[in-house]
């Protein structure tokens, strides 16, 4: 059964960084790419960042691009999302997800994505 479990998350001023960490079970984690998601209150979750099986290819929505980084250590089931220059909008709970089947192209919208972790809080303060 695939896991999903993301830690590193916590309390920053604006202009810290974070890194978020998702350590991956149940199968073999390079076959699969994956995704980071974020849920602020009241809003819809919304994509942050995607990265290839082989982590060669990395994707971001606009709003972090030149702030976050995506990552992936295969040999360590592992994604991360590092997150620099952190702004009071960033604040969310953070998800990573993978999809239900392997695939070479790397899925960019929540229905590309199956199975999610339980989350991790970070809360940027101004």
């Known amino acids: 059964q695939v896991q999903l479990v993301e830690s590193g998350g916590g309390l920053v001023q604006a202009g810290g960084s974070l890194r978020l960490s998702c350590l991956a079970s149940?199968?073999?984690?390079?076959?699969?790419?994956m995704g980071w998601f974020r849920q602020a209150p009241g809003k819809e979750r919304e994509f942050v960042a995607a990265?290839?099986?082989?982590?060669?290819?990395?994707y971001y929505t606009n709003s972090v691009k030149g702030r976050f980084t995506i990552s992936r250590d295969n040999a360590k089931n592992t994604v991360y999302l590092q997150m620099n220059s952190l702004k009071p909008e960033d604040t969310a709970i953070y998800y990573c997800a993978a999809p239900y089947s392997s695939t070479y192209s790397t899925p960019r919208t929540g229905p590309g994505y199956h199975y999610w972790g339980q989350g991790t809080q970070v809360t940027v303060s101004s």
């Open positions: 149940g199968r073999t984690f390079s076959n699969y790419p």
């Open positions: 990265i290839s099986r082989s982590g060669t290819s990395t």
